[in-house]
């Protein structure tokens, strides 16, 4: 056991507290007894302010494929720091990277720049409601897509109000989101084909768009299977809706996306996280068509859209060398790690005692604390218990020195190599004696 002591961070925390609810301003950070504060980012390593190296493999919630410190990277924000950092005007900088992605994703003709990817989507939404002049969006139950009131709909959904699996309800996140809005959005079930298309047939006159994420983490980074995607692109062009492809998370599954490797053909697709090498970016991108609702070259748009920092040269200069030094071969090698990181930790599951397994593809994967079959958000949505034993193992993982999502999301890095797959391996195999001796107590 390596339990790794804060005593710097926990007088932090001590200040935020008094000027920040809770002492936090990013829930997803927050930890009892207190927060842990960063100081530096190396390879894929984070060291604290007390002096503490941590293996970061959740790599700020998937943003970070190079990890820290990436030279390219490194460089071209150096550079352009050198120059200015937002303008009141538009830059070459923004243009290279749409070159970069419209030649990387065949369905993305035009694209617009956002701050995140909770902005990317909140635009894909208002886009394919300016487009079709319909009110509704279809969206998959426990799927996340930021934190937008629609697109949060039914994200967070459990037992006891998520209603009947043949008509799921849409339920609220945050408390105080207005009945109209949930009324606008449509739940259907994740890799359920025939219910999700009877639902959307039945929505058909009223419904804009459908908002879909191959492999959405919160609904167990569970892959969408074939069927259902190609009944989806189906539905949308029969009804005259779009299709929405949330690829912010996804987009690292390969050199063309996950639109790529799941052939798929969406009409916008959302993007961010990777593709602003370590800085703020969201981006909306689709066919010449439908992104024409942003165009304001003839008289004020269908969808004014725009921004003090959307598009700012850091973002789009860093974003650009991310992207131009991940070449196929790379993604190759995220896949070898990912395998081998499979391999071990199954063996760590078998050698604890703990029924466990692990779920996603590419450079993604999520552990989960069971070997039931997981095909939807209802088959791994966990019960009370089962989300604090994995919260619990990621807390051991971290005292002992290794980074994962408080729900077992997991993404690796190019700046790691097979040794540090064996030590995240090794963590979890201490984390694992540790939570087994703990239940059975």
Avoid at 98 to 119: A, D, F, H, K, Q
Avoid at 230 to 249: K, P, S, Y
Avoid at 336 to 357: H, K, Y
Avoid at 415 to 425: K, S
Wanted: negative net charge; charged residues 25%.
């Amino acid at each position: 056991m390596r339990d790794l002591q804060n005593p710097v961070s926990a007088s932090l925390y001590e200040r935020a507290q008094k000027v920040m609810p809770g002492g936090n301003t990013r829930t997803t950070v927050f930890r009892q007894p207190h927060q842990v504060y960063a100081a530096r980012g190396e390879g894929c390593r984070i060291i604290d302010v007390d002096g503490n190296a941590r293996i970061d493999a959740n790599g700020n919630f998937t943003a970070l494929i190079h990890g820290y410190g990436q030279p390219d990277v490194a460089a071209a924000a150096a550079r352009q720091l050198a120059l200015g950092t937002s303008f009141g005007m538009a830059t070459e900088s923004e243009i290279v990277l749409s070159e970069i992605l419209c030649e990387r994703l065949p369905s993305v003709e035009r694209l617009r720049y956002t701050n995140s990817g909770t902005e990317a989507v909140m635009n894909a939404i208002k886009a394919a409601r300016a487009f079709t002049e319909r009110p509704k969006i279809a969206k998959c139950e426990g799927a996340y897509h930021g934190t937008y009131d629609p697109a949060e709909t039914s994200q967070d959904a459990n037992p006891s109000n998520w209603g009947n699996a043949d008509e799921p309800l849409s339920v609220p996140t945050a408390k105080g989101t207005p009945r109209g809005v949930l009324d606008d959005i449509v739940v259907i079930p994740f890799n359920n084909v025939e219910v999700a298309e009877r639902i959307l047939r039945a929505n058909g006159n009223s419904l804009a768009g459908v908002l879909v994420d191959v492999m959405p983490n919160r609904a167990g980074l569970v892959p969408a299977s074939d069927s259902f995607l190609r009944m989806l692109r189906q539905v949308t062009r029969d009804l005259g809706a779009l299709l929405i492809l949330d690829e912010v998370i996804t987009f690292r599954l390969g050199y063309n996306g996950a639109q790529g490797r799941f052939a798929v053909d969406p009409d916008l697709t959302t993007l961010g996280k990777v593709i602003g090498g370590g800085f703020p970016v969201g981006a909306i991108g689709g066919k010449a068509e439908v992104m024409a609702v942003f165009d304001p070259s003839k008289g004020p748009p269908a969808l004014p859209h725009g921004g003090t920092f959307s598009a700012n040269p850091m973002s789009m200069a860093a974003g650009a060398a991310a992207l131009l030094a991940l070449d196929p071969a790379d993604f190759e090698r995220l896949e070898r790690l990912a395998s081998r990181f499979d391999d071990r930790v199954r063996e760590c599951f078998d050698r604890n005692g703990i029924d466990g397994q692990v779920t996603g593809l590419g450079s993604l994967r999520r552990v989960h604390l069971t070997r039931a079959p997981l095909t939807d958000y209802r088959s791994t949505v966990a019960s009370a218990e089962g989300a604090r034993r994995v919260a619990a193992l990621a807390r051991m993982l971290f005292d002992e020195g290794v980074i994962i999502g408080g729900n077992g999301l997991m993404a690796f890095s190019t700046a790691m190599t097979e040794a540090d797959i064996d030590e995240i391996a090794e963590t979890f195999d201490r984390a694992l004696k540790r939570l087994a001796q703990q239940e059975n107590r």
